[in-house]
Nanobody
Framework: VQLQASGGGLVQDGGSLRLSCVAS????????MAWFRQAPEKERTPVAA????????WYVDSVKGRFTISKDNSKNAMYLQMQSLKPEDTAVYYC?????????????????WGQGTLVTVSS
């Protein structure tokens, strides 16, 4: 599956952004999906995930109550609504098919990250 993330940009502390991820090919409609992010000089980590049917969601503690993930199988798309953004949310955000293991989410395909979209939150 090919994934294209978009919607990033520069926003002030407390602002909002909506990220989109459009998939082509593959098995998007039957895949769990997740957003990961990588801040400068840090490892890429999961931020939010949604089950293949969109019925269950997961969030890392630092974004709970601020971010909302959703999946629209009819459009082969996934979204991340981000509110009350903080400078520590600054990162490149990637979407990926994902798997749950050992209490966290991992990419289903380690080498299929796509381009990512940069989110910068200024203080």
């Amino acid at each position: 599956v090919q994934l294209q993330a978009s919607g990033g940009g520069l926003v002030q502390d407390g602002g909002s952004l909506r990220l989109s991820c459009v998939a082509s090919g593959g098995c998007f409609t039957t895949s769990h999906m997740a957003w990961f992010r990588q801040a400068p000089e840090k490892e890429r980590t999961p931020v939010a995930a949604v089950t293949w049917h969109g019925g269950q969601t997961w969030y890392v503690d630092s974004v709970k109550g601020r971010f909302t993930i959703s999946k629209d199988n009819s459009k082969n798309a996934m979204y991340l609504q981000m509110q009350s953004l903080k400078p520590e949310d600054t990162a490149v955000y990637y979407c990926a098919a994902a798997r749950w293991s050992g209490g966290t989410w991992y990419p289903l395909f380690e080498d299929n990250w796509g381009q990512g979209t940069l989110v910068t939150v200024s203080s």
